[in-house]
């Protein structure tokens, strides 16, 4: 089994210059008579062409698949992490297969419920949530709270009062309390959160937790469904989540709890050769551990997969801008876009692959350094590119497995306007984000004519 800390700092498996396998295409994915690329029923140049670039692409087919696999392998209340990649379409899609969704800030909830998603199928998270997010969340009586703080816990206090009692809503509110078990997963130091050195929720080992369950038990208004614990993202193996459940499962079962969510943060593969998981085998795993430590069937267990519904469903396209060959050194093929539509680079020093749609079964020898258009010289798409020989300006390339992180993360560095967002399916396209227009660019900006603005 490969290591994914290494893979995440870009240490990963030689590149390769096979074609990009079929495991980190979409579903629908598919290579007609000429050699080109279609995704649901369409050819991917003529969708760089018709939307412009960059575009993220998204199979709706692939995506609703991994939403049923989670629903398959979890039950009802396993919910889709929106901080994967968000939009009204997709909540909307994500609900539409029997998903929950987990929010995680007041602005991931506003577009959930735009979207029409019923509040009881939400479950809020955030380590720092506001006074402003939780009386919305109680309001509303949303799914489920996972509570992370004494602060929070002091918060939902002091909204709900002696009465226990938010407006004219019936309550109780159902929350989890979040808890780190005190286990290292085995990925990049920067997404790990089950360790007791962590941002997030309340270590077991400090004794933190039993106070945390202590003092939600005794809130009127507020009943303690279950326990939650996610220990990072982008994890390849199973057994770290067995592992957590272990460790849990002590704590766990004297409280008599119906509910243990195990987060989410299933690995993908991002480049050829990296193993993954499914979300079967994840679930297997997870249930196994329960079954072992003594957790039985009436529990109901349940985790927020994010990565693993979205990523490979996403692919993103880019126009080559301008080639350039430093004799000895490497040679830079620019694109149109970069570190703000794909941080993950910069950020965990994250692998991708690249090709040529119109050419997608030809071998790609050509070593090259795929870069963006902004002003660093860390703005890589991918540090270690194999490419067909023939790539050349005005080209068409594609990074598959970049729905996940991609958009969720983009920013509008160098005021560069964010991608167009497109959902295709049986040989039909949907917008379901617009590009970013320069005018966008000026909508907040409150320039020396604009009176009264705050
Ligand atoms: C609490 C919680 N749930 C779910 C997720 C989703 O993780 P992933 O996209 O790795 O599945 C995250 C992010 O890592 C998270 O912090
Ligand atoms: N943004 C990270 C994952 C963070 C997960 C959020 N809890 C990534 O792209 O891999």
């Known amino acids: 089994m490969l290591d994914p800390a290494a893979l995440l700092a870009g240490q990963g498996p030689e590149p390769s210059s096979a074609p990009v396998p079929r495991v980190l295409l979409p579903e629908t994915a598919e290579v007609d008579g000429a050699g080109r690329l279609r995704v649901g029923g369409l050819d991917v140049c003529e969708l760089a062409e018709r939307f412009g670039t960059p575009l993220f692409v998204y199979d709706e087919l692939d995506l609703r698949r991994r939403c049923r696999e989670a629903r398959a392998a979890f039950g009802e209340g396993v ?7 968000l939009c009204r379409a997709m909540a909307a899609l994500a609900v539409e297969e029997g998903l929950w969704l987990d929010v995680s800030t007041g602005g991931e909830l506003h577009v959930a419920l735009a979207a029409g998603v019923p509040p ?12 402003e ?12 709270i996972v509570v992370d703080s004494f602060d929070e816990i002091d918060r939902l206090g002091a909204l709900l009062g002696r009465s226990g009692r938010v407006g004219e809503r019936r ?18 130091e920067f997404v790990r959160t089950g360790q007791d ?35 990072g993202s982008q ?16 704590f766990f079962r004297p409280l008599g709890l119906g509910e243990l969510c195990v987060g989410g943060g299933l690995g993908v593969p991002y480049v050829t050769g990296e193993p993954a998981p499914t979300m079967a085998e994840w679930a297997a795993a997870v249930r196994g551990a329960c079954e072992a430590a003594g957790i039985g069937p009436e529990v109901r267990v349940t985790a927020e997969p994010g990565r693993a519904i979205v990523a490979r469903a996403g692919m993103t396209l880019y126009r080559v801008g301008t080639v350039k060959e430093l004799p000895g050194i490497r040679t830079y093929v620019a694109v149109d876009g970069g570190m703000s539509d794909n941080p993950r680079p910069v950020l ?17 020898p050509r070593a090259v350094r795929v870069v963006g258009k902004h002003c660093e010289s ?26 996940a992180y991609g958009y969720a993360m983009a920013s509008n560095y160098n005021k560069v306007p964010r991608p167009a967002v497109v959902f295709v399916a049986e040989g039909r396209a949907r917008v379901v984000v617009r590009r970013e227009t320069l005018d966008d660019l000026l909508r907040l900006d409150v320039g020396p004519g604009d009176a009264g603005v705050a």
Do not use: C, M, W
Not at 79 to 85: D, L
Not at 176 to 184: A, H, K, N, Q
Not at 394 to 400: E, Y
């Open 197 to 231: 050195d962590s941002k997030f929720g309340f270590g077991l080992a400090s004794g933190a937790a039993a106070e945390a369950v202590a003092r939600v038990r005794a809130l009127a208004g507020l009943e303690l469904v279950g326990l939650h614990a996610h220990i």
């Open 171 to 188: 309550v109780p509110q159902p929350v989890l309390v979040r808890v780190t078990p005190g286990v290292e997963a085995h990925t990049h």
């Open 79 to 85: 919910a889709y992490a929106t901080k994967a990649f």
């Open 235 to 250: 994890v390849f193996k199973v057994a770290s989540f067995a592992e957590a459940v272990a460790v849990l499962a002590e």
């Open 348 to 364: 965990y020093g994250s692998g991708y692959e690249a090709f040529l749609p119109r050419a997608a079964l030809a071998a790609r």
């Open 120 to 131: 009881e199928r939400l479950v809020l998270h955030g380590n720092n949530k506001s006074e």
């Open 133 to 144: 997010e939780l009386a919305q969340a109680l309001e509303l009586g949303v799914g489920r």
């Open 378 to 403: 860390g703005d890589v798409v991918v540090a270690d590119a194999r490419v067909p020989e023939d790539l050349a300006v005005g080209d068409v390339l594609a990074t598959p497995v970049t729905g």
